[in-house]
């Protein structure tokens, strides 16, 4: 009885030791944000101050503890975070080679990708797609601007024949300096935030270290009518690659922060999101973040819902829990027309559904194969919402959230699952754009 008693008591210390310890975060940096006119203030054990936005930095530090109290309690101080990690989960993925006989289009359509047969997502709204052939069979003008669309992930092949790569323009390539004095050396493609040089900057190799991000960056706006490979959503589009979440998807909200910021003061007006992590830890630098983007370069973020099968205005998961009007959140639809399996939902927090399972698009290496997930259902809304802005870029990120909602194919199961009860429809979205701007 005894021994038993002794257990429990050894359990009940136990648990409670554990629950009192700080989810898992980086050892070297904190988030801190400064009150308005503050200085930086002078700490022992600070090595550099990075500033992100606002009254944001990055601190990067050699006695995390100690400096964590010390910042807490300083009168310049707004909040002290620790860099929290999200979780991990292994990301799976179906490969098929792209060598083998094309695949011959229909009469009519209008692509001539050998691959379009496979996307059974871009079929209409109807069945089980986002009338992306039909809003291409019907359109009568052409797209004004080029789009610039963030991929913040694993990465992005930027030698893939199939995808349109944004590149700096400024930056000369290799040649060790920051040539357009944004704070980044030779970021002619993007960044690496999981990569830092001995100052704790970004560097510049962003290619794809596992598959996802080059997967999702096809969904986007793989070129269309090339002859090659498979068609995207948006017609005319740059993708940004910019390297932030690891093979693990274990990525750092300071990592995610500073994507977001470097991809919209880069000209991305779109940044499409398909990560997430179960726990906030209390954080808001994350959500700060998408609210600047969205004030101040009228960037619209693109979130998953998550892949847990669950309700998450009762169990959050981030960033898609966030509350910002510029951020839009997305559920998993399957090629039966229902909610895929494995798909988050919420009747608050989450806003649209799109094709999400078995979803074939882009991998490394010229290669091309099927994904499923709602990481797979928010680049194929992302290159929707890529679309309209480029028929009508005055648009803000929120009025371009509302036409993503309001202009849904509403399906009837879908209803007090997500905000709009339906899923998207780039038909219809061009046409409410179109109405909401007076045009």
């Known amino acids: 009885m005894k021994n038993l008693l002794l257990l429990l008591v050894l359990g009940l210390v136990m648990a409670h030791a554990q629950a009192s310890q700080p989810a898992p975060h980086a050892q070297d940096r904190l988030l801190v ?141 290799a040649n060790g300096i920051d040539d357009d004095q944004n704070g980044y050396i030779d970021d002619v493609y993007g960044i690496n935030t999981l990569v830092r040089d001995s100052q704790g900057r970004a560097t510049m190799d962003n290619r794809d270290g596992h598959s996802h991000g080059t997967h999702v960056s096809g969904s986007i706006g793989a070129v269309q009518n090339n002859g090659i490979g498979v068609v995207g959503v948006a017609s005319k589009v740059k993708i940004m690659g910019v390297r932030t979440v690891p093979n693990n998807g274990d990525e750092l909200d300071t990592d995610v922060v500073e994507a977001f910021i470097y991809a919209a003061k880069n000209g991305a007006r779109v940044i499409n999101c398909s990560f997430g992590k179960a726990h906030n830890e209390g954080g808001m630098a994350v959500s700060e973040a998408i609210e600047y983007i969205g004030k101040n370069y009228n960037t619209l973020v693109v979130a998953a819902a998550g892949n847990d099968s669950s309700d998450i205005d009762r169990t959050p998961t981030y960033p898609a829990s966030y509350t910002n009007d510029t951020l839009l959140v997305v559920a998993a639809t399957s090629s039966s027309g229902g909610m895929a399996y494995f798909s988050n939902f919420g009747a608050v927090g989450v806003d649209v559904a799109a094709p999400g399972n078995n979803i074939y698009s882009s991998l490394p290496g010229n290669r091309y194969g099927n994904m499923s997930g709602t990481s797979m259902a928010s680049p194929n809304t992302a290159g929707v919402a890529a679309e309209v802005l480029s028929y009508f870029p005055e648009l803000s990120a929120n009025e371009l959230r509302e036409v993503l909602i309001r202009s849904v194919a509403k399906v009837g199961s879908f209803s007090g699952r997500m905000v709009s009860g339906g899923r998207v429809d780039l038909q219809r979205a061009l046409a409410e754009a179109a109405q909401a701007l007076g045009q």
Do not use: C
């Not at 308005?36 to 700490?43: D, K, M, R």
């Not at 006989?101 to 079929?123: C, E, M, R, V």
């Open 33 to 173: 944000k400064l009150h308005e006119g503050a200085s930086v203030p002078n700490i022992d054990g600070v090595k550099s101050w990075k500033h992100l936005f606002g009254q944001v930095y990055m601190v990067f530090t050699t006695n995390l503890e100690n400096n964590f109290q010390a910042l807490k309690n300083d009168g310049n101080v707004v909040y002290v975070e620790r860099d929290y990690y999200g979780r991990r989960d292994k990301m799976d993925v179906k490969l098929s080679d792209i060598k083998g006989a094309a695949i011959s289009t229909k009469s009519g359509q209008p692509f001539n990708d050998p691959y379009l047969s496979k996307q059974w997502a871009l079929t209409n709204s109807e069945t089980n797609g986002m009338s992306v052939i039909r809003a291409y069979q019907n359109r009568t003008s052409a797209p004004k601007e080029e789009i610039i669309v963030a991929v913040v992930d694993t990465g992005v092949d930027v030698a893939h024949q199939d995808l349109p790569i944004w590149k700096n323009a400024d930056e000369i390539p």
